[in-house]
């Protein structure tokens, strides 16, 4: 599973850490996180990041 990083803040969303704090359970690839999710530093939508 690949990284993805927010284009805006630089943010890494790492899959294998997923992003628990905002209810994304570890091993969670970036295609499963729920499309409302927000970048957890500056808050932007999915549609802002990019693969690694």
Request: hydrophobic share 30%.
């Given at each position: 599973m690949s990284n993805y990083v927010c284009l805006v803040c630089g943010y890494v969303y790492n899959p294998a850490d997923g992003d628990p704090d905002n209810g994304v359970a570890p091993g969670t690839s970036f295609a499963d996180?729920?499309?409302?999710?927000?970048?957890?530093?500056?808050?932007?939508?999915?549609?802002?990041?990019?693969?690694?």
């Open positions: 996180v729920p499309e409302d999710w927000v970048c957890p530093l500056c808050g932007v939508g999915k549609d802002q990041f990019e693969e690694e």
